[in-house]
């Protein structure tokens, strides 16, 4: 912004927050300001980014005034598929404001809106919340949706494969864009939007684009990338960068590195892994301590600074990973090719030795420019079958060193507070033609937890040395709850029987965590938790990290898949004092930003995905009728039937009280169960049952199972290992 920008805003400002101020319009403004028609532009401009920031407001007749003053409040709104929503405030610590299907107006599913608070108590239909009518919509969440199209007697129309956008969108067929084929009912479109005024009739959009047949193989992935705006080709000139690129080491790039290429460095990632970003070694040093090695894709050493690829990489910000395709953030020819630590061949790293005590306590670390030349590749199943025998060669050794001090480490960190708030993974197995074959449950087992410590012993390290040198980098954060949050969950966690004092204190809350784990509800309770925390992102400051109690944390240790960790390199190899970084703290911010949206992005696009997969996994049972049985755990009991969780499968669904055929339950609110009038059976929270499928809704994404056996079964209430926090963990696949 220039100075002159600043300086008009500044003055809207302080006009606006006078005590003699009343709404003035755009001209009446100017001449308020004293701005004559040369001038009028910069005001404009001003206006415009003052209102979208939300710092200002526009009411009736086009007149400006803070929002405050007229109950106005701007914020993003996500709506219930159910019509009503909620608008997230833009203002930290202030609650959301609960907005009814009939205020959303013309506002969709993540748009950014101004709402206005409603003060008619008749109108209080949530008791204790704030609501609202949306007035304005400043920015519209997407220009395009994807779905289904339809086509009754008279006119076409797309049904949104999103069930949060609430209105089915007019096309025309044949559309106006010219496209290989026309589209005819059943098809997956991709619909521009056009401008929707008014409620009163559905939105209307041209189709541009043609997916495919809905049942087609691929078009459900396909239909997600466009849902996301997920990008699937690179550009030309990122291409033509990459392939000047060597496949191997160039002897001139080792220059001035550390010869790490004699040292036993092993790699261990997932069964399906392709690219292999960091590997470890461990040795036992004279104190009775270790030093561990992290060696660390050296990206940086091919991606030069505002180059094509680098531009290219921080747009995409991340790799995202669907079950049948991964969309890389770096072309194959460096991810799965020069830049992954493959065994057997030179490969140029970032390196990072630390040295622990006996007790496990960090005393000194060392960053080096290194080459190395893996020693094997194990799979975390090959790892896990080693760490459970006994140690008979140099491999199992390294293994069984490097588990006791990872073992260490990970007792040290729950003990000074860190969350247990991790959720075990399921991934979907698919045949050739992308349909879904098996669930497969992937447990956080010793294999990945020494993985695990092992990378957050380096991301640590490397946060306190750039803090140290005060050099501009990219930090993980994660902020501390607001209380009013961690109330309302308690409320929650009451609901299920459980003694829980004052969650915002720390101990209190592990305590919980302790008491839930292996225990039916424990899956929806975490989830609870999760929502009542912030979300972890990418910040220019260390403003620290709650969840796993750290008061310096950042990304380090995937620099492949993470534009994140690229930036920490870079950084790193600055020297302050001498080269300043090339990229100033404003640039950090806003590259923090950008790379915390698309992250929120891909996330998204994964666990829609699976769920999709999932969904789709269970019709095939139907179709075939063949479905297979799963034990499943009752969460929780309803007047119309039994909420039930799947651990095989992590899915929940509802079995319902029309389907216990054999007698008539009735429903004990207070007790939370089901009981046979005749048979006197009980089904009630904690109760381990079996189940089948037996409807699917894919898209209000429901699964309805039946009791292969009415007879309940005791939860197994064994105790397992603790597990780590989604953070944690790097999120490999």
């Not at 005034?65 to 106005?72: N, R």
């Not at 975390?380 to 001090?405: F, G, N, T, V």
């Not at 959720?423 to 993985?451: A, Y």
Request: aromatic share 6%; charged share 30%.
């Amino acid at each position: 912004m220039t100075q002159n920008g600043r300086k008009i805003r500044e003055q809207i400002l302080a006009l606006l927050v006078s005590p003699n101020y009343r709404p003035l319009d755009k001209r009446e403004l100017a001449k308020a300001l004293g701005r004559k028609s040369g001038v009028r532009m910069g005001l404009n401009q001003a206006l415009r980014e003052l209102e979208r920031s939300g710092e200002i407001a526009r009411i009736r007749k086009n007149r400006y005034v803070l929002p405050a003053e007229a109950d106005l409040v701007t914020g993003t709104l996500s709506i219930h598929q159910a019509g009503y929503g909620f608008l997230i405030t833009e203002k930290p610590g202030e609650a959301d404001i609960f907005v009814a299907a009939e205020n959303t107006g013309t506002a969709m599913h993540g748009d950014r809106v101004v709402a206005r608070i409603t003060r008619d108590p008749a109108y209080a239909r949530t008791k204790g919340r704030r609501e609202g009518r949306v007035i304005r919509i400043l920015e519209r969440a997407h220009d395009t949706i994807v779905g289904t199209l339809q086509h009754s007697r008279n006119f076409y129309y797309v049904v949104p494969d999103d069930p949060r956008i609430v209105h089915d969108v007019y096309v025309q067929v044949p559309p106006r864009a010219p496209l290989p084929k026309v589209p005819t009912r059943g098809d997956k479109v991709v619909v521009r939007l056009e401008a929707w005024e008014s409620r009163h009739v559905n939105p209307e959009g041209d189709v541009i684009e043609l997916l495919g047949p809905a049942s087609a193989p691929g078009v459900d992935m396909l239909s997600i990338i466009r849902k996301y705006h997920l990008p699937t080709d690179f550009p030309r000139d990122v291409l033509d960068e990459v392939n000047r690129i060597s496949e191997t080491v160039d002897a001139r790039k080792l220059d001035g590195r550390e010869d790490l290429r004699k040292k036993f460095i092993i790699t261990i990632d997932p069964d399906d892994a392709r690219d292999f970003d960091d590997a470890i070694q461990i040795e036992k040093i004279d104190n009775g301590g270790w030093q561990l090695g992290v060696h660390i894709a050296d990206v940086a050493a091919y991606v030069e600074p505002g180059s094509a690829l680098d531009r290219e990489a921080r747009r995409r910000g991340n790799s995202v990973y669907l079950p049948d395709r991964v969309i890389p953030m770096l072309p194959e020819r460096l991810s799965n090719g020069v830049c992954s630590l493959n065994p057997g061949v030179d490969r140029l790293t970032h390196s990072v030795f630390i040295n622990f005590d006996k007790n496990g306590v960090a005393k000194r670390a060392r960053f080096a420019k290194s080459v190395i030349r893996s020693a094997q590749r194990l799979t975390y199943k090959q790892a896990y079958a080693i760490l459970k025998s006994s140690a008979r060669d140099q491999l199992s050794e390294q293994l069984h060193l490097a588990w006791r001090l990872a073992s260490l480490l990970r007792r040290k960190r729950f003990e000074h507070g860190s969350l247990d708030l991790d959720f075990p993974e399921v991934k979907v197995r698919l045949d050739e033609t992308g349909k879904p074959v098996r669930l497969e449950r992937i447990d956080n087992d010793e294999s990945h937890q020494l993985i695990e410590e092992c990378m957050l012993a380096a991301n640590e390290a490397v946060a306190r040395e750039l803090k140290m040198r005060a050099m501009p980098t990219i930090y993980r954060v994660h902020e501390n709850p607001d209380p009013e949050k961690l109330a309302e969950y308690r409320e929650f966690v009451l609901s299920f029987n459980y003694k829980v004092g004052d969650l915002a204190h720390r101990a209190e809350l592990q305590r919980l965590l302790a008491s839930i784990r292996g225990k039916p509800e424990e899956q929806a309770l975490k989830i609870g938790l999760l929502k009542s925390l912030k979300r972890a992102r990418y910040a220019s400051q260390p403003l620290g990290h709650y969840g796993l109690a750290k008061p310096n944390y950042l990304h380090f240790t995937s620099p492949i898949r993470r534009y994140a960790d690229l930036v920490v390199h870079r950084a790193l190899t600055a020297r302050s004092g001498k080269h300043q970084s090339q990229t100033d703290m404003g640039q950090i911010a806003s590259i923090a930003e950008h790379i915390s949206t698309t992250e929120r992005i891909a996330a998204d696009a994964e666990i829609e995905a699976v769920r999709m997969k999932k969904l789709e996994f269970f019709q095939r049972q139907l179709d075939q009728r063949n479905p297979q049985v799963f034990r499943a755990a009752i969460v929780d009991v309803r007047n119309y039937g039994l909420v039930v969780e799947l651990p095989d499968a992590l899915v929940t669904g509802l079995v319902h009280v029309s389907s216990l055929a054999n007698d008539f339950y009735s429903f004990e609110p207070t007790q939370r169960r089901l009981i046979g009038r005749r048979s006197r059976k009980r089904f009630g929270v904690g109760d381990e049952v079996r189940v089948f499928v037996v409807r699917v809704d894919a898209f209000k994404r429901q699964v309805d199972f039946a009791i292969a056996s009415e007879t309940p079964m005791k939860t197994d209430r064994r105790k397992v290992q603790p597990r780590i926090a989604p953070d944690v963990g790097r999120n490999r696949r």
